[in-house]
């Protein structure tokens, strides 16, 4: 880290300071000490890694620019590893996640066993986005991918309660596997499989105690393709 006392006038030393421990406060957070901070900032080290925003907000700069360039890299991973949500759109370097995909996280939980009412599944992106890596996936995701919670016990043992599965947009039926669909107005993650002597379309609950149904590929008055699983976390 460079000597932050170096980016600080003396007598500007005390306001910094002040406005870093209001900062913290306004967080809901206990500020250190007003002697500790001056301590430190004495002494150009020793700044604990999570006061590094505070400061940065008080000295007008960015976070980076109170890291050294030739330890930038190695700390801006290590601080992705921690806080993905955070940091994601803070680091400008793209080497730093040139081996990560980002997904958007749904706020609803898509059922295994009774569904949730939706009218437009972009309703429910929360805005948060999760840091994963690349090598999870057999090919690139052709376009965004989003990351959603199961509910229910009709997929088990497939999926289980609190489950996630994550899956890219897409709207039809292309090779048999798991979806992200809405059928009779519920959100559900359920198999499909083409049945060809019937030419329908299997949708169907692992659990054999719950209901599987048919519906004819093209039928979209109570059926609709929502997204393509890529992978499960269970």
Not at 83 to 102: N, Q
């Amino acid at each position: 880290m460079k000597n932050i006392k170096a980016m600080i006038p003396p007598r500007n030393k005390k306001d910094v300071i002040a406005r870093v421990r209001e900062l913290v406060e306004a967080d809901g957070k206990k500020p250190p000490a007003e002697k500790t901070l001056y301590a430190k900032l004495s002494e150009g080290r020793g700044i604990q890694l999570w006061l590094v925003p505070y400061f940065a907000s008080a000295l007008g700069v960015t976070e980076q620019d109170l890291f050294d360039p030739s330890k930038r890299h190695k700390i801006a991973k290590e601080e992705v590893r921690k806080d993905p949500f955070r940091y994601l759109d803070e680091i400008e370097d793209a080497a730093v996640l040139k081996h990560a995909i980002t997904a958007e996280v749904m706020s609803v939980k898509a059922a295994a066993g009774t569904g949730n009412n939706i009218e437009s599944i972009d309703v429910f992106t929360t805005g948060r986005k999760a840091v994963l890596d690349s090598i999870i996936f057999k090919a690139p995701p052709k376009g965004p991918i989003r990351l959603m919670q199961v509910d229910g016990y009709s997929m088990v043992p497939m999926l289980y309660p609190d489950s996630w599965v994550i899956y890219e947009d897409a709207i039809e039926y292309t090779v048999d596997g798991l979806y992200v669909i809405n059928y009779s107005n519920e959100l559900m993650v359920k198999l499909l499989q083409f049945n060809p002597e019937e030419d329908v379309l299997e949708i169907i609950s692992k659990n054999p105690e719950y209901k599987s149904w048919k519906v004819r590929p093209g039928d979209q008055s109570t059926f609709q393709i929502v997204g393509k699983v890529l992978r499960c976390i269970i």
